[in-house]
């Protein structure tokens, strides 16, 4: 018989009446006087429930040289009494441990590949949604239903949209830089003339009317403010009933915003007077074309489409092979540039809706704003996460010029006459000058301050931006 503690003979042997288990008995004794329990299966147990059992006595002789020190026998017995106790405690915690351990890592391994197959189902869903084709909407104008996907545009669109090519393109090159329009100098000297509350919390986009008087500011509680520069206060409000506001521009003195739900809706004052639908999910972007009124919008649903602003109709809705993440129309409105999650940037022929180029990035993050030049020739691009605005040549179908401007940035703007450049980001307002008689860059003015949003005002003569936190900060020469 062995004791099932110490694992030795038991001089004085007893059976436990609940787990039938042989112990030493001052060890079973000391055990059930600190903890109350067998040791083996942990139930209740007391030392009436210990059965004494009878063995042949083995005596032991007693060393002569320790019948001297009885205290330092005693002393070492019930040390190691104390050892045989906590070393069959720690092998009892040890198993609970390895038992608890397996189950945490077999149900870490079931939650992993249940992961694994949502996110395949995802992926799938998502390529099954770029191939898909929509079913018509309604239209907010005059309710009645038309199909648009995939078709080209009716033929007094595309005139009206050669007649604008014709007209800028012919006097584009011809055209000098007003008289009164900001000079390095002007620019060198700007300061922050106006620095307003957070009117517009969560917003992260800046539109400016033609009169650069109104900012258009989007915000996080499904609304969209107007913004007076010269009153410096908020003029209105547009509601626009559920979801957040991710785009918006001036369609004249109308204001035009992209929401979440994928509506693009038309406010004339503050109310609502149209409401355009046909993106799978989010609307994230808007734009005018040079005309003055077609309109196109891109989704996260890989797809773009153009609206007749004078019928309040959608004309066309074509899906590319890539996310979509920005988009800008040529000045001569020829071209619409589509920025991807990718890095690429695809040039669509407007009139055809055809893929006639793209530009491939060494950057993989997705391409967060474009901006033409008013010369149109160059177009400046900047991708998430990254310093550098790069700039590309049209003519030449290639990259012309990277400039790092060693900070983060989140938009970019040319003003009318092509030779100013700003850019913004998280803690960064910065312009760049190229100088065309000696065909050099410089950088006439850089502010350390936060922006997520920027435009050029009226002349040149100020750069308006939007911070963080939804205020609007104008830069301008001091009077």
Not at 197 to 216: K, N, R
Not at 333 to 354: M, R, Y
């Amino acid at each position: 018989m062995l004791c099932a503690i110490s694992g030795e003979a038991p001089q004085q042997p007893v059976a436990s009446r609940k787990s039938g288990n042989v112990y030493e008995k001052r060890l079973i004794e000391q055990y059930i006087k600190e903890n109350g329990t067998d040791p083996v299966n942990g139930e209740e147990l007391t030392t009436d429930d210990l059965l004494d059992l009878q063995q042949p006595r083995v005596v032991r002789p007693r060393p002569p040289t320790q019948t001297s020190i009885p205290a330092l026998l005693a002393t070492f017995q019930n040390e190691w009494d104390a050892v045989i106790l906590e070393t069959y405690q720690l092998r009892q915690q040890l198993s609970e441990t390895r038992q608890e351990l397996s189950t945490a890592l077999y149900y870490n391994d079931a939650a992993e590949k249940v992961i694994v197959r949502l996110q395949k189902e995802r992926d799938a869903a998502r390529d099954a949604l770029s191939r898909v084709t929509i079913a018509p909407a309604t239209n907010g104008a005059n309710g009645e239903a038309m199909q648009v996907d995939g078709q080209p545009l009716p033929e007094a669109v595309v005139e009206r949209i050669e007649q604008t090519q014709q007209r800028l393109s012919s006097t584009r090159r011809k055209r000098p830089v007003p008289e009164d329009w900001a000079t390095p100098e002007t620019v060198q000297g700007f300061e922050e003339t106006l620095a307003g509350e957070a009117v517009a919390p969560g917003g992260h986009f800046l539109a400016m009317d033609d009169t650069s008087d109104l900012v258009l500011l989007g915000s996080a509680d499904s609304s969209a403010i107007v913004f007076s520069l010269s009153e410096n206060k908020v003029t209105h409000t547009l509601q626009c009933g559920g979801g957040s506001v991710l785009d918006g521009l001036w369609w004249g003195n109308r204001a035009v915003v992209a929401l979440s739900t994928g509506a693009v809706k038309v406010f004339e004052g503050e109310h609502e007077i149209a409401t355009l639908s046909k993106h799978a999910g989010a609307a994230t972007t808007v734009r005018l074309h040079p005309c003055g009124d077609v309109l196109a919008s891109i989704g996260v649903d890989r797809s773009f489409v153009l609206y007749d602003l004078q019928t309040l109709t959608p004309l066309t809705q074509q899906y590319t092979d890539k996310d979509l993440s920005s988009a800008a129309f040529h000045p001569d409105g020829h071209l619409l540039a589509l920025g991807t999650s990718s890095g690429d940037i695809k040039l669509f022929d407007v009139k055809t809706l055809e893929n006639i180029h793209t530009f491939s990035s060494s950057v993989s993050a997705p391409v967060t704003a474009l901006s033409f030049s008013e010369n149109g020739t160059w177009l400046a691009t900047i991708s998430e996460g990254q310093s550098t605005v790069t700039i590309w040549d049209l003519r030449k179908t290639a990259q012309l010029k990277a400039i790092d401007l060693g900070v983060p940035l989140t938009s970019v703007s040319w003003d009318y006459t092509g030779q100013f450049l700003a850019a913004c980001g998280p803690s960064c307002v910065a312009v760049q000058h190229y100088a065309k008689s000696s065909k050099a860059w410089s950088e006439p003015f850089r502010k350390a301050t936060t922006a997520q949003d920027l435009g050029w005002g009226a002349n040149g003569q100020k750069l308006v931006t939007v911070s963080g936190d939804g205020s609007v900060v104008v830069f301008s020469a001091a009077s």
